[in-house]
T-cell receptor, first 104, second 118 residues
Framework: EIVLTQSPGTLSLSPGERATLSCRAS???????LVWYQQKPGQAPRFLIY???HRAFGIPDRFSGSGSGTYFTLTISRLEPDDFAVYYC?????FGQGTKLEIK | QVQLVQSGPEVKKPGASVKVSCKAS????????MNWVRQAPGQGLEWMGW????????SYAENFKDRVTITADTSTNTAYMEVRGLRSDDTAVYYC???????????WGQGTLISVSS
């Protein structure tokens, strides 16, 4: 079973800064079926990125995903106040443990 | 638009059972697999199981295969997830989520809080 390890656990940044979140898989991800979600307190996860780099419908272009094989990143180019949340990577039946993006 | 509307919160005693519903609208339930994911307080996301409503095929995570049953009623476009033998560590928010494309969950229910306490 694949294991996904996200880093850092918590990322403290200011609005306008660039955020880079990482997700490392214990084995190569088939056809880059790596997905990213955003979750805010008290809300369900929100689908952001699929196939490692494709934005879901309605997701702003400041969100981008990259990577292949076992290493993937989610980048938010210019943080807005609404972007501070927990982010999860996902492959198949496994989720990463999440990265909390908090306001510095 | 696609919506998944789940049943309301429940409080249960240890050993009891609970059945959570997830009514789909904006699409036909049989067109996509439905997954169930839970989140304990302050914790991450944990996949529980999955159903293909078109053929009623199910698959469960090892941790849940003996206590969880996922079903679907295609006549009402509703999926269900039942947990038996509840324990205090089953206290969590339970989500239904539609699986689209290659294993990505594009739509989520609002979540159902199940609290287990004596």
């Amino acid at each position: 079973e694949i294991v996904l390890t996200q880093s850092p656990g918590t990322l403290s940044l200011s609005p306008g800064e660039r955020a880079t979140l990482s997700c490392r898989a214990s084995q190569s991800v088939n056809d880059n079926y790596l997905v990213w979600y955003q979750q805010k307190p008290g809300q369900a996860p929100r689908f952001l990125i699929y196939g490692a780099s494709h934005r879901a419908f309605g997701i702003p272009d400041r969100f981008s995903g990259s990577g292949s094989g076992t290493y993937f990143t989610l980048t938010i180019s210019r943080l807005e106040p609404d972007d501070f949340a927990v982010y999860y990577c996902h492959v198949g039946r496994t989720f990463g443990q999440g990265t909390k993006l908090e306001i510095k | 638009q696609v919506q998944l509307v789940q049943s309301g919160p429940e409080v249960k005693k240890p050993g009891a059972s609970v059945k959570v519903s997830c009514k789909a609208s904006g699409y036909t339930l049989t067109s996509y697999p439905m997954n169930w994911v839970r989140q304990a307080p302050g914790q991450g996301l944990e996949w529980m199981g999955w159903i293909r409503p078109d053929i009623s095929n199910t698959s469960y995570a090892e941790n849940f295969k003996d206590r969880v049953t996922i079903t679907a009623d295609t006549s009402t476009n509703t999926a269900y997830m039942e947990v038996r033998g509840l324990r205090s560590d089953d206290t969590a928010v339970y989500y239904c989520t539609r699986e689209s494309g290659h294993n990505y969950f594009d739509n989520w229910g609002q979540g159902t809080l199940i609290s287990v306490s004596s």
